[in-house]
């Protein structure tokens, strides 16, 4: 499953995993312009606490 996919599922957990995806495969990928899209997407997530733990993910310079 896909980090959008569990987006779309919706709700705290399928947010927080899709979160891990983004972090664990942005880094390996330098940051590529799709997954700060999805950062970008989880930061605005309907559940608090993804939000904000997206928020938290600091993608480092070039950003």
């Given at each position: 499953m896909s980090s959008a996919q569990l987006r779309e599922h919706g709700g705290g957990a399928a947010g927080l995993t899709a979160l891990t995806l983004v972090r664990v495969i942005g880094r390996q990928s330098g940051w590529a312009d799709?997954?700060?899209?999805?950062l970008d997407a989880l930061r605005r997530y309907d559940d608090p606490d993804t939000a904000e733990q997206a928020l938290l993910v600091d993608p480092g310079d070039g950003w």
């Open positions: 799709v997954w700060r899209a999805e």
